[in-house]
């Protein structure tokens, strides 16, 4: 194993890959702490879709993957949480809307330039081949402004996660940080997509937030053990994909449910 | 003072119109009871007016947002939330301009958790407490955010008979030391003893005067109800 580690770190693709995913983990589980908790937990799975497609687009005219993808990614998540507050069309449906027409979209502007390529597969599952030095100074400045915006605004987001009409009766400006969570996920879920694929981006939010309430019951610990359990499992699940030759992408998120599956039990257990 | 004043105020739920013409003025230090029957529109004029819901018609502040506490109608979506006791009700604390808590906060937070005699779950856990408790603890932090203003929906929901004696003596205290109360509650009897103005909606204006005068209001249905 000690043998596999240090090969691993003699690559300076996988080191990238290491550090990124690190970041891209701790950036998806502390906003998957509060969308779970406000339960717009779906909107990871929504979003990461739209980026495919919008990645897709790009592709096919040639355009800069992230310039063209980032802009429309932000604005379909601002339209996301409105669709939350007005009372007509419930949220889950029309994020499942959302979800399948951009993967039709992003299949036929793949196919109406000439079918799947390379770049396409690594968009839907993710390819630690494909980041380059961008995605390194472009995750590691996202990672920053997360954890900056979660020191100084953790107490509000409590409140505001909490029991967002009391917050919003007493003066918070909680569309102001409604659209902050919605900015950064959409961010965080383009960034990470080269990495994880736009299949499974989605559950780097939603798992490490409920592995760590079936143990925790506090906002703090949950937070804190959401962001350790997510960076652990990255580690585990890209050395297991080193070693037997499997997609980083996916062994992430089956490490992801092994933890879930085993901090349930102990939840059971010490209950 | 003229605290808050409402005019003509209008709410509709998409198409459908739920409170019509709406005016009655607050004056600080008011201890204003909301009553009417089930889907009258109670706790949709306190969204109204807290700006939670879109109306039409003029809703006047004299005081700041922030001087306001507010606690909605009890809802079972807060079951599952993972905090601490000590952590919400701290968390009543927070203000729009401020991000920390200081040793202040959390003295007052003690306070609030006292007065509700629910010191000894502090370190509990939010999600494992018995509905009663939960309303307690929500109370307590709602009396940490009121500076001015107090908006209640039914904050005697789920407290046993003991904590509702307390709990209208601590509203009595807080109306005395000159926080004005607007509560909605289908309690009538606590309704006529406390609280020093009675607003009776359906959907619209039904009766907006003191306490003494609703005892003798012919059309208010449900004084006669209690004396059948
Ligand atoms: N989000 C909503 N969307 C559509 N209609 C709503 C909504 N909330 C409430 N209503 C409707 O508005 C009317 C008033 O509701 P409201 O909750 O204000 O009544 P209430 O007086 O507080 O009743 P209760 O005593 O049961 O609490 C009801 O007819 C209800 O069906
Ligand atoms: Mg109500």
Redesign the pocket.
Request: charged share 30%; no cysteine.
């Given at each position: 194993m000690i043998n596999h580690i240090i090969e691993m770190f003699s690559y300076t693709f996988l080191v990238k890959a290491i550090i990124i995913g690190i970041l891209v983990s701790l950036c998806c589980a502390l906003l998957g702490v509060v969308l779970v908790l406000k339960r717009y937990a779906m909107i990871g799975d929504g979003l990461s879709h739209v980026s495919f497609g919008t990645l897709s687009i790009a592709l096919a005219l040639n355009l800069m993957p992230l310039v063209f993808s980032i802009p429309i990614v932000i604005v379909v998540a601002f339209l996301l949480l409105r669709i939350k507050e007005s009372?007509k069309i419930k949220t889950d449906s029309a994020i499942a809307l959302l979800s399948t027409s951009s993967l039709a979209i992003g299949v036929c502007a793949t196919s109406l330039k000439g079918g799947f390529n390379i770049d396409v597969c690594n968009y839907m599952f993710g390819s630690i081949l494909a980041l380059s030095k961008t995605d390194l100074v472009i995750s590691a400045v996202l990672a920053i402004v997360i954890i900056s915006v979660f020191i100084i605004f953790y107490n509000k987001i409590f409140a505001i996660t909490f029991d967002e009409d009391s917050s919003k009766a007493s003066g918070m400006n909680t569309y102001f940080y409604n659209a902050l969570i919605a900015i950064l996920t959409a961010l965080c879920i383009v960034v990470g997509m080269n990495l994880m694929g736009s299949m499974l981006i989605s559950s780097l939010i939603i798992f490490p937030a409920l592995t760590a309430m079936q143990l925790f019951k506090t906002f703090k610990k949950v937070v804190f053990t959401a962001s350790l359990v997510s960076m652990v499992c990255f580690l585990i699940g890209i050395y297991i994909s080193y070693v037997y030759a499997i997609p980083t992408g996916a062994s992430v998120v089956l490490a992801n449910l092994f933890f879930f599956l085993f901090f349930h039990m102990m939840g059971r257990v010490i209950k | 003072m003229k605290q808050i004043e409402v005019k003509q105020l209008q709410v509709f739920?998409?198409k459908?119109r739920?409170l019509t013409d709406i005016s009655f003025d607050v004056y600080s230090k008011d201890y204003i009871a909301i009553v009417?029957?089930?889907?009258?529109?109670?706790?949709?004029?306190l969204k109204a007016l807290l700006g939670l819901v879109p109306s039409k018609g003029m809703i006047n502040f004299n005081v700041k947002k922030n001087e306001i506490g507010y606690l909605a109608?009890k809802d079972n979506s807060l079951k599952q939330f993972p905090a601490s006791v000590f952590e919400v009700v701290l968390s009543g604390c927070i203000g729009q301009f401020k991000f920390f808590y200081n040793k202040h906060d959390k003295e007052k937070a003690l306070q609030a958790l006292k007065k509700f005699k629910i010191e000894h779950l502090k370190n509990k856990n939010f999600s494992e407490l018995s509905g009663g408790q939960m309303q307690r603890v929500l109370l307590a932090k709602t009396l940490c955010t009121t500076k001015k203003v107090l908006v209640l929906?039914?904050p005697t929901t789920g407290l046993d008979s003991k904590t509702i004696k307390d709990f209208y003596k601590i509203i009595d205290d807080l109306n005395k030391e000159g926080i004005t109360i607007l509560m909605?509650t289908?309690d009538i009897e606590a309704s006529l003893l406390h609280a020093n103005k009675i607003l009776h909606i359906n959907?619209t204006m039904h009766f907006f005067d003191t306490t003494d005068k609703y005892r003798e209001c012919e059309k208010c249905s449900l004084v006669r109800d209690m004396y059948d």
């Open positions: 009372s | 739920y998409d459908k739920v009417g029957d089930n889907g009258s529109g109670k706790s949709t004029l109608q929906d039914e909605v289908h959907n």
